[in-house]
């Protein structure tokens, strides 16, 4: 059974850096066949899609074009966790996170299992 | 982007009723090459995380009753429960992962 374990803070200020960690249990983040995402979701933008994370002998990398200038996904295979940081937040940023696995035909995934969501609120 | 678009926004049906939700998409999610449709349905309750019922659009996944059914192909598709339980109260997405970003609906709030 596959639990993505969400961490990081709840609170970040205007034009600071919002950083999150999914740890991952019953899977490994280098597995060929699945993809790493960040989804957001707020009453105003729904459920956003922000980027993933994916291993195919090298890493590959996918951003949303909205956050493409200010996101960065990592991995670290000697944890078995992925991380999001959004660079110079506002308050639109301010959404519920979700860490998320896709389960993969060659790119193309469905998420099958959520992080339990960590609300992010941006403000100062 | 591809735009998904449901309907209704919200939904009351009467227990042991059928619900049907709609979802449309602005390009077609239908791969030619595997003949299959990148849709997935999920149901997302307060303070949890959305869960995933169904994927290539017609697929249940391990441990969902069967009274819920994906159909559809190309740009139309339609998530039916056959007989609505209590529990069932819930927002329903579609999304589609043909290509990224993946998109969503904007959700079918479903009450009884």
């Known amino acids: 059974q596959v639990q993505l374990q969400q961490s990081g803070p709840g609170l970040v200020k205007p034009s600071q850096t919002l950083s999150l960690t999914c740890a991952i249990s019953?899977?490994?983040?280098?597995?060929?066949?699945?993809?790493w995402n960040w989804i957001r979701q707020s009453p105003s933008r729904g459920l956003e899609w922000l980027g993933r994370?994916?291993?195919?002998?090298?890493?590959?990398?996918d951003y949303a074009v909205s956050v493409k200038s200010r996101i960065s996904i990592n991995s670290d295979t000697s944890k078995n966790q992925f991380s999001l940081q959004l660079d110079s937040v506002t308050p639109e940023d301010t959404a519920v996170y979700y860490c998320?696995?896709?389960?993969?035909?060659?790119?193309?995934?469905?998420?099958?299992?959520w992080g339990q969501g960590t609300l992010v609120t941006v403000s100062s | 982007d591809i735009v998904m678009t449901q309907s209704p926004d919200s939904l009351a049906v009467s227990l042991g009723e059928r619900a049907t939700i709609n979802c449309k998409s602005s390009q077609s999610v239908l791969y030619s090459s595997t003949n299959k449709n990148y849709l997935a349905w999920y149901q997302q309750k307060p303070g949890q995380p959305p869960k995933l019922l169904i994927h290539w659009a017609s697929t249940r996944e391990s441990g969902v009753p069967d009274r819920f059914s994906g159909s559809g192909s190309g740009t139309d598709f339609t998530l039916t429960i056959s007989s609505l339980q209590a529990d069932d109260v819930a927002v329903y997405y579609c999304?589609?992962?043909?290509?990224?970003?993946?998109?969503f609906g904007q959700g079918t709030r479903l009450e009884i």
């Open positions: 994370t994916y291993y195919r002998s090298k890493w590959f990398f």
């Open positions: 019953g899977d490994s983040v280098s597995t060929n066949s699945v993809s």
């Open positions: 999304q589609q992962y043909y290509n990224t970003p993946i998109t």
């Open positions: 998320a696995r896709g389960d993969c035909s060659i790119s193309s995934c469905y998420i099958d299992y």
